[in-house]
């Protein structure tokens, strides 16, 4: 909600305390400020300090246009983007039909969740050496981390989901005379589309750290790399472009699971937006 | 026209203590072809109880119901159920959750062009031409229970079961759709079983009134309707004769409260 027609005339009669509220009303405004203030607390906090610890934003701007300009951004995203999304739509898929089939029949749940509890409590950062004795230091071995990452979200808030599809909406469809597979097909599923989106969002941050963190520990490619190199050598300015590359990634995601869960979920009246 | 009987029924629950809570007990009723019966009770008399062994929801103890001399166990296609929590599908929109009762009677996705004109009609006979393409949510709770009449007409179903369908709408609204549904009764001519806690609904519904007595529900007294009908037509609430049933039923409901 936008309030940018309100507070004009207030500004004009009381001056510049009316200033401030009518700009803190408006939310655009409010970003414009937010991110004004945050360069400029950047360039006077790096002024007054070596550049070793904090570069200034024209030199981590220069730094960004030359990696990209040198391709070596472009390689390093594109080297990260691609086991990241690999990874991620298996899980997403292995996720959501595990999740729905445990959710939906009991005796699965019963015979795998202890697996799924064990294997979910152990950090996902644990399996990296033996995932490199088993598949070698490469692609395979990325894609199964950012797989077993971004799985096991999915997984469990699918199953939950579909576990708690409407008891009383149930009945209503049993009440019409809808055998158990029309059911499942008409009450059940539907009914987990939201948890569904809902997993997605968990398991694609968690698949994001994944693949950086496998990236920067072990297979040494792509903006995981980058971390590390530009870390251990001490040049900030150009530490700081595979960061703006993970933020704009992320974002994206972000955006990208919001524009799902409206096409998908049309039916959700919003509270809050 | 069909013809809805309980025979005997017996219905226990568990309690939480472990022992059997005795719901219903030698309970028998007839509701003749076409009438539109209302049983009314106090809360816990086991009224809902029966509404949802004979929709099929619940099984029996022991004992039977009938739809035209054959036994019923399972939900029949030859029956709507309208409940007072609606129940509409929320990621379906009006016309789609009008066509689950039909898709689930045909056990077919695809709507064939009948039913798809049985669907528009429908709509237009609960008045909600123009909405099909809504979703619940968007709807006002009066409008959801027409939907909720619409999914049950469509069916064409020869016995109505209505669970207080009105009972979470406010009192303007109920007594609108209460004349509607007098106006749909009287064009799809089914029988309906009605219940309710509403004795006023009740008689200026009903043809016949059940009233329960308390647990173990069984049958306390039964009274005949003879308002002449259409009754949304005259101001029936007026009439001498719907006073006098309505002293009788509130002497008998009193004396369970």
Redesign the interface.
């Known amino acids: 909600m936008t309030q940018s027609s309100i507070p004009l005339e207030t500004a004009g009669t009381n001056g510049t305390r009316s200033l401030i509220v009518a700009a803190a009303r408006n939310y655009y405004v409010m970003s414009v400020l937010s991110v004004v203030a945050f360069f400029a607390l950047w360039q006077i906090v790096s002024m007054n300090v070596p550049p070793i610890i904090l570069p200034t934003p024209a030199s981590v701007i220069a730094a960004f246009v030359q990696l990209t300009a040198s391709g070596e951004l472009v390689v390093a995203t594109a080297e990260t983007i691609w086991p990241f999304v690999v990874g991620l739509a298996v899980a997403f898929v292995v996720g959501t039909a595990l999740g729905l089939l445990l959710g939906i029949f009991r005796p699965a749940a019963r015979v795998l969740d202890p697996y799924i509890f064990v294997f979910w409590s152990i950090p996902n950062i644990a399996w990296l050496p033996l995932f490199i004795a088993w598949f070698g230091v490469g692609d395979l071995t990325l894609v199964i981390f950012v797989f077993i990452s971004a799985v096991f979200p999915q997984l469990l808030t699918v199953e939950a989901g579909a576990k708690e599809a409407d008891s ?2 149930v ?9 158990k597979h ?1 059911i499942l097909r ?2 059940v599923l ?2 987990s ?1 939201p948890y569904i989106v809902a997993g997605l969002r968990i398991a694609a941050g968690r698949a994001l750290v994944g693949i950086i963190v496998g990236q920067l520990l072990i297979v040494a490619t792509g903006i995981g790399y980058m971390f590390q190199f530009y870390g251990e050598t001490l040049a900030l300015a150009k530490y700081f472009a595979p960061l703006i590359v993970v933020a704009v990634l992320a974002v994206a995601l972000n955006r990208a699971v919001n524009w799902a869960e409206q096409v998908l ?5 919003r509270a809050f937006t | 026209m069909p013809e809805l009987e309980f025979v005997n029924v017996r219905k226990t629950y568990a309690s939480p203590t472990g022992d059997r809570l005795l719901a219903l007990d030698n309970f028998t009723l007839k509701v003749e072809g076409g009438r539109f019966v209302t049983v009314i009770g106090p809360s816990g008399c086991g009224k809902t109880t029966l509404l949802r062994m004979a929709g099929g929801l619940i099984p029996l103890d022991s004992g039977e119901i009938r739809l035209d001399g054959s036994v019923l166990a399972n939900p029949s296609p030859k029956m709507s159920m309208v409940f007072q929590g609606i129940g509409l599908m929320p990621w379906r929109t009006i016309a789609a959750n009008v066509a689950l009762g039909l898709q689930f009677q045909s056990h077919r996705q695809r709507l064939t062009d009948e039913e798809e004109r049985l669907i528009e009609t429908t709509l237009a006979l609960v008045g909600l031409t123009g909405f099909e393409h809504y979703y619940p949510h968007q709807l006002s709770g009066g409008m959801q229970q027409r939907v909720g009449l619409a999914r049950a007409l469509a069916r064409q179903p020869e016995i109505l079961l209505m669970d207080e369908p009105f009972g979470a709408l406010d009192a303007q609204t109920r007594a609108v759709l209460q004349d509607e549904l007098l106006a749909l009764w009287g064009r799809v001519k089914s029988t309906v079983l009605f219940i309710t806690h509403d004795l006023d609904e009740a008689i200026y519904l009903s043809d016949r009134v059940v009233i329960m007595g308390r647990r173990p529900g069984r049958i306390k007294e039964v009274l005949d309707v003879n308002l002449p009908r259409p009754r949304y037509g005259y101001d029936v609430r007026a009439e001498h004769e719907f006073a006098r049933l309505r002293a009788i039923a509130w002497k008998s409901i009193r004396e369970e409260l």
């Open positions: 009383f909406l009945e209503v469809a049993r009440s019409l005379g809808g055998t029309e008409a009450v539907p009914s589309i979920v049309p039916w959700k009246s």
